[in-house]
């Protein structure tokens, strides 16, 4: 996806609820919302067992009670261009979703996500495990004949699910199960959950024990419109063990390719092949006791090797860190400390937002107390910036920006025993959001117009390709702005 989508993302979301965390799930689009009621705590249901199960395993969550955002004029307007995407990836209309969770844990990501009424099960898996982007590819069937006949069409292949049991629950996959390989649970009639399948496993084993930070914020989220919460040691060990299976499975991979072309290279010419084959009729025998035996001496040592390497990779692991700590690394004391919590209130009177972080020691709670500044001052400054860069398609939130900027540059940072915390609000002001919307109107037909012109002037380019007249020499590609990549409609 292009970087624009990921920024507006963050805007937005700073811009509505103040926090970049909405945009990781693609909020809901301009859809027909119930109204916005308020809950009383007397009538919160106690959490699914599935909720209970993220208490055990997972290092973080975010959890979206949708009625909040479907049910506000400012929020449908902002995140209208990213309903499709939501919906998509979901496989259900928003406004028959109840609460969305995204959690993090061992293996990867896991949505859960809870309707209003029965789901059709099948639907939601064809949907799911085939139609959103990033799952597995559907088999293609293979060309037809030449001699087929005219007329005749390619027959679909069909698509093979496989079962997985884990811990009481069926995961439902397509293809191999690997890592990174995309699963769907059925829970009950209505709760769902999705995503990596190593993850899903990871959390219907149910191996860990409960976090009382995580239980109390999973428990809340019927209280919030938006509940994120942090465990810093679960995530810090989560991080660390990720980087230690990726680095062994890239030493996996160049040990095979390593032996593949020493292989090769010992290969011998084909016209000797058949001499050898009588000869090793006469060795198989004693060839097989050889490697029985070879097995044998492996076993016995290869459970201390494997033991000894992996205290080293332990070792030398903590003074490596991977792509999410390089990008996070300012705010690095708020997720790896003791414990994190964020809520977001949507309601007829505006937005607020409270953030506190609890420390393990004073020193990460003045560590903590600075990165919880920094923030507020970075989101700050985006608020006012990107919607002056024309390129980034996010102009259309230029209302935005003061009231945003403001809303963080009131926001104090207050330190009390071992906990740094903040509180902000923002109260749109009458017309924001149909200034808004306004704005974004004319940035999308602007976007659209621009894609139209760059698509005929690739069709151009082709066209003279093909009466032989040669491509432009100078200039960007017409793809893109960035002269490369893919054309307006692959976007």
């Given at each position: 996806m292009?970087?624009?989508?990921y920024?507006?993302c ?5 811009a ?11 909020l ?10 308020a809950?009383?705590d007397?009538?919160q249901?106690?959490p ?10 997972c290092?973080?969550?975010v959890?979206?009670r ?5 049910g ?10 990213f ?10 209309p928003l ?39 990033g799952?597995?590819f ?9 001699d ?9 292949m ?12 069926t ?16 829970i ?7 995503g990596?399948?190593?993850?899903l ?10 976090s ?10 019927g ?13 810090k060990?989560?991080l ?6 990726q ?5 996996k ?11 090769r ?6 016209d000797?092949?058949d ?24 076993k ?11 205290d ?10 991977g ?14 400390a ?9 309601t007829?009177?505006g937005?607020t937002l409270k ?9 990460e709670?003045a560590?903590a ?18 919607p ?14 003061a009231?945003?900027a ?6 104090k940072?207050v ?8 509180t ?5 002001e009458?017309?924001l959001?149909k ?15 621009e894609d ?13 390709k ?12 017409p ?10 409609k692959?976007r």
């Amino acid at each position: 996806m292009p970087l624009r989508f990921y920024l507006r993302c963050a805007l937005a979301a700073a811009a509505a609820l103040l926090l970049g965390a909405c945009a990781a799930l693609w909020l809901p689009a301009d859809l027909a919302a119930p109204s916005l009621q308020a809950r009383a705590d007397d009538q919160q249901p106690e959490p699914p067992s599935a909720d209970k199960l993220l208490a055990n395993e997972c290092a973080a969550f975010v959890c979206l009670r949708m009625a909040d955002f479907t049910g506000d004029e400012l929020m449908r307007v902002v995140f209208a261009d990213f309903g499709k995407e939501l919906e998509q990836i979901y496989g259900l209309p928003l406004t028959d979703v109840e609460r969305a969770t995204v959690a993090t844990l061992r293996g990867g990501n896991v949505r859960i996500i809870h309707t209003h009424k029965p789901y059709d099960r099948d639907k939601l898996q064809e949907k799911i495990l085939q139609g959103r982007f990033g799952g597995p590819f559907v088999p293609q069937p293979p060309p037809l004949p030449k001699d087929a006949k005219d007329g005749e069409k390619e027959k679909p292949m069909k698509v093979e699910y496989k079962e997985k049991k884990v811990g009481g629950r069926t995961l439902h996959y397509v293809g191999g199960w690997e890592r990174y390989a995309e699963a769907f649970c059925p829970i009950d009639k209505t709760t769902y959950a999705f995503g990596n399948g190593f993850a899903l496993e990871a959390l219907f084993s149910g191996k860990g024990k409960p976090s009382s930070g995580l239980s109390e914020a999973l428990a809340s989220t019927g209280k919030h419109s938006l509940v994120l919460a942090v465990d810093g040691d679960r995530m810090k060990a989560m991080l660390k063990q990720e980087r230690i299976e990726q680095k062994r499975e890239m030493e996996k991979w160049r040990e095979e390719e390593r032996k593949s072309k020493e292989n090769r290279d010992k290969a011998p010419p084909k016209d000797k092949e058949d001499d050898k084959d009588k000869d090793k009729d006469k060795e198989g025998v004693a060839r097989d006791k050889d490697k029985d035996k070879a097995k044998d001496k492996d076993k016995q040592e290869k459970p201390k090797k494997d033991k000894d390497k992996v205290d080293q990779e332990d070792e030398d692991d903590e003074d490596t860190f991977g792509p999410f700590e390089i990008i996070f690394l300012p705010y690095k004391p708020l997720y790896q400390a003791k414990f994190g919590l964020v809520t977001g209130d949507v309601t007829k009177k505006g937005y607020t937002l409270k953030a506190r972080a609890t420390a393990h020691n004073k020193d990460e709670l003045a560590e903590a107390e600075r990165a919880l500044k920094s923030l507020l001052y970075v989101i700050r400054e985006m608020a006012v910036l990107l919607p002056r860069d024309e390129k980034n398609g996010m102009p259309g939130l230029k209302p935005l920006s003061a009231p945003v900027a403001r809303a963080f540059k009131e926001a104090k940072v207050v330190r009390k025993d071992d906990t740094v915390s903040t509180t902000i609000s923002m109260t749109p002001e009458d017309g924001l959001a149909k200034k808004v919307g306004e704005g974004l109107a004319r940035a999308r037909k602007k976007r659209e117009e621009e894609d139209k012109k760059r698509q005929e002037e690739f069709d151009k380019q082709f066209k003279d390709k093909d009466k032989g007249s040669p491509p432009p020499k100078d200039g960007p590609s017409p793809l893109n702005r960035e002269g490369g990549g893919a054309g307006p409609k692959d976007r």
